[in-house]
């Protein structure tokens, strides 16, 4: 079946550590993203990739970074610099160069205590 | 950049009543409106979406309206159902240069559909 995977679905990681989310889509997209949900936030943009070995940053990258060394990954690692790290994250892919629907994973919930 | 807003973030239906949820947007260039439903630990999933070449668009028991002039787009349910029950969440994209498009996204709707 055609998809994106994300894991893991919980995470917990102690204050001051990194923490990598994985993403990985078989649904030959070329474009990526992640994105962060916090509670009445909607959903906002971190960092997003159209092609392999490219990525921009998005509204709130602060914190985080990306490798895209595969069309099909698209890690997210949320670093020690992050303030506010506990949060839904979302990762989602869509072709590149159309405008047409972008696909979810199921998320991670990560929580740093 | 685009900003969407939407409107109400809850509300609260009869079951078999109708729900509408409106979005207004401010990038006159976006041409593409997903509506996504969420479910509770869940991704976000498209239900339906509009395209800025289109006045309406209907699905079943769903449809969306886009007014371009205004910009604002609306999410219509009719007949609900309790498993209508989730988070909604509006969107709009348009081209952002080097061949790439960008979603913006309204802060969501919980829809709750009293039996």
């Known amino acids: 079946d055609g998809g994106i995977t994300q894991s893991p679905k919980y995470l917990f990681r102690k204050e001051g550590q990194n923490v990598t989310l994985s993403c990985e889509q078989n649904l030959n997209h070329d474009a990526m993203y992640w994105y962060r949900q916090d509670p009445g936030q909607g959903l906002r943009l971190i960092y997003y990739s159209q092609i392999v070995n490219d990525f921009q940053k998005g509204d709130i990258a602060e914190g985080y970074s990306v490798s895209r060394e595969k069309k099909e990954s698209f890690p997210l690692t949320v670093t020690s610099a992050q303030k506010n790290p506990t949060a839904f994250y979302l990762c989602?892919?869509?072709?590149?160069?159309?405008?047409?629907?972008?696909?979810f994973g199921q998320g991670t919930r990560l929580t740093v205590v | 950049g685009e900003n969407v807003e939407q409107h109400p973030s809850t509300l609260s239906v009869q079951e078999g009543d109708s729900a509408v949820i409106k979005c207004t947007y401010s990038d006159s260039a976006s041409n593409y409106f997903p509506w996504y439903k969420q479910e509770l630990g869940k991704g976000p999933q498209l239900i339906i979406d509009?395209?800025?070449?289109?006045g309406e668009k209907k699905d079943q028991r769903i449809a969306v309206t886009l007014n371009k002039t205004a910009k604002h787009f609306s999410l219509h349910i009719t007949e609900t159902q309790p498993e209508d029950s989730a988070v909604y969440f509006c969107a709009a994209s348009g081209y952002s240069g080097a061949g790439s498009y960008q979603l913006t996204f309204g802060k969501g709707t919980k829809l709750s559909v009293i039996p």
């Open positions: 989602a892919s869509s072709f590149r160069g159309s405008n047409t629907e972008a696909f």
């Open positions: 509009i395209r800025s070449n289109v």
